[in-house]
């Protein structure tokens, strides 16, 4: 069973933009696109750790505001030719209400 | 149905073309691959490596046997292609194979030229060309001990130090009287000689060789004069000739090569070339660089594009000997028409020549230190008019306090433990394995790989000429600017003039009236039309706060551990006692770690979480402070002396002056940051000579200087001009700072943006144009307007929507 925590409303998020989810396991970005599709990722970037929440998003993608690695939102796996991937939770929404459950994914098509 | 793609020639260009066909219709045809030599595609510019006995042959591959198989291309290798059928769209090989085509892409290369003498078949007598002139060349040098390479250009003198290497004794034959003619004038073909010769290379020109003797090998070489030498390995290294047979025999347009359009379309329209083999607008290529971007061009036509042309590409050349560094481009002999600049230290091994007509470069030749190479290319290639730098053009881009990368210039003397990219940590090493394994050719691709050059940029020349060295040579397209980014082809200019001329609104409208690719952009698009958008439109354009930098948004600095930094306003460098004990609270009552004096002259509050940022910035403002934003791509600072009111040296009142430029300028946004100084006297002691807009009081009026810089790459100011009131400094400024808003690339600061678009070009604009200069003065006022708004207030009292700073949820367990 998976245990969906409800985090908020989608219009809580800006389009093209992320917020904070502070949970015991770290900090988790949740992203919205132009879409309004909705994506968490662990808030560090493979490369140094820095906040992926405070990136441009765009696309479905995300680019780290420390060093410009640009990460998949969908997967957590950095765009070529950088190497290396960040942990991705199951996110839902429903009438527009974001629901998270704090499983790790582990990242399917990385090595 | 898919259609079916024949390539005849395995080789570099061809399977490039074939690379970037899959990536931009990967399913669009059948593919069958045709190549004579019995391997799959390697990197023929590395044969010299091998020979050299410093690479293996599995090193140089491209793409293996199983790239072809990954890819269902269909691969034929040592099977060559004896008759195209045109008629009937198929092609045959020497051994009966066929294959139908609705496209065909040729390929084949180009052959050594063969000296016509008696004997030129002889065992023993080598072209290098492929690996099996390589296994041909290593195994005679287990065996042989005499060796004449007949050619002393650049094949040649690469195969000579090979063959050296191996452990032969080698002797240059070469018809003129210098070296790589074709590439080096006498001076510096004589300094390549001379350092050649210190490593044991003997030459013998001029010499024209008319037999090659023996009887079943080779034993000798006589030349015209009568003369011999000794020899049971010679090397035919006079040139390569485009091979067109195939394409002639089988009735395709050939002249010096196979005949192509801008599209690389050959006269038979279902038929194209690439590579060597071409002849387009006259002109044959033999180095990998333009190659590759004439396989470009031919894929996006064979996915039915359509949009792509080649233009013609402008080379330069680089000897590909370990620890000799020489560079040459473009007409480096010159004619009356043209003046030459030359340098010339023979004990110290450097020459350096470059040949100009009316103040633009046409060629260069350099030998020893070649770190500019890249710089004099750039400049030949845009054809800049370099009558503003001409007196220290000879010394180089980099000769004023370049840092990161220890003073280094050139690569050839650097060992691989090196450090060549001091921001990234990027060692000389790093850089060749890069180039070498993955087989990368352009400086982008480079910078994507290995990071080397992609941070402040510096050492940039130094990673081109460890390229050029590894690779031979250095390209360029034809002159052309950049595209704004990779989801455009428009260019930065292209696009502030139609946001102008569009009266285009939001960062939407310009994507959609410009067709952009990406549904929204990059990280390096949104943030240039966003400034483009709010320059053109003070009043009416709403800004994106998604479009800036995580910095721009929060109005705070990002730090490496994701907390922020603050750096309240304090004008002209003037601060109170009540200011700093503000300051002081906020540090104690945030618990703020660090506290710092900038190099601005203000005070910088490091290691504030995000949350806290508001509440910071609520406690400042009580206390009279603004944001100071030294986060933006803004105004910074304006940093002072204390001139006449307190120094016994000062002329005029340099803090007060200082303090009215930054009230009129705070919080304008620019296309980069932008510093500003006043000094007191000419002792300068507030550094004007290296900001973006300097005033040097005097007692006669006030110096206005521009286009400093102090970081990576230091520049002193020009002199603008100079004026006797305040008030005219205040016009002035004014209006150089609207006119680099305006027309300045973004990310491009004042000191390029000059070097750029010229000195006298700002002159004209700001001192002479008066009615001009009045304008711009009145629109950047006008601009200030709805700039001067501090936005640390408006967030501290809750007038920003609070979502930046405070996190959507806090989970307690999981």
Redesign the interface.
Known sequence: MTDW?E??KIE??????A???????G?IA?FRT?EDEVFALHDACPH?G??LS??????KRV?C??H?W?IELTDGIAVA??EGHTACYPIKVENGVIRLA?QRQPCSSAA | MKEKLVLIGNGMAGVRTLEELLKIAPEKYDITVFGAEPYGNYNRILLSPVLAGEKTIDQIMLNDRQWYADNGITLHCGKEVVRIDRRNRKVIAADGATADYDHLLLATGSNPFIVPVPGNDLPGVVTFRDIRDVDLMLEASRKHQHAVVIGGGLLGLEAANGLMRQGMSVTVVHITETLMERQLDKAAGALLRKSLEERGMHFYMPAQTVAILGEDRVRGVRFKDGSELYADLVVMAVGIRPNFELAKKSGIHCERGIVVNDTMQTYDPRIYAVGECVQHRGQTYGLVAPLFEQAKVCANHLAHLGYARYQGSMTSTKLKVTGIDLFSAGDFIGDETMEEIVLKDASRGMYKKIVLKDNRIQGAVMYGDTVDGAWYFQLMRDGTDVSAFRDHLMFGEAHLGDAGHGGQNKAAAMSDDMEVCGCNGVCKGAIVKAVTEKGLFTLDEVRSHTKASSSCGSCTGLVEQIMASVLGGGYSAAPKEKPLCKCTDHTHDDVRKTIREQHLLSIDAVMRFLEWRTPNGCHSCRPALNYYLLCAWPAEYKDDAQSRFINERAHANIQKDGTYSVVPRMWGGLTTPDELRAIADVADKFKIPTVKVTGGQRIDLLGVKKEDLPAVWGDLNKAGMVSGHAYGKSLRTVKTCVGSEWCRFGTQDSTGLGVKLERRTWGSWMPHKFKMAVSGCPRNCAEATIKDFGVVCVDSGYELHIGGNGGVKVRATDLLCKVTTEAEVDEYCCAFTQLYREEARYLERTAPWIERVGLEYVKQRVVEDEVGRKALYNRFIESQKYAQVDPWAERASHAVEQHEFVPLKKVAAG
């Open positions: 925590i985090i908020g809580d998020i800006p389009r093209l933009g917020r904070v989810v502070n949970t015991v396991q900090d949740v132009a140094k820095g906040p405070q990136g441009i998003v765009h696309g680019t505001p420390l410009n640009v030719p950088d704090l």
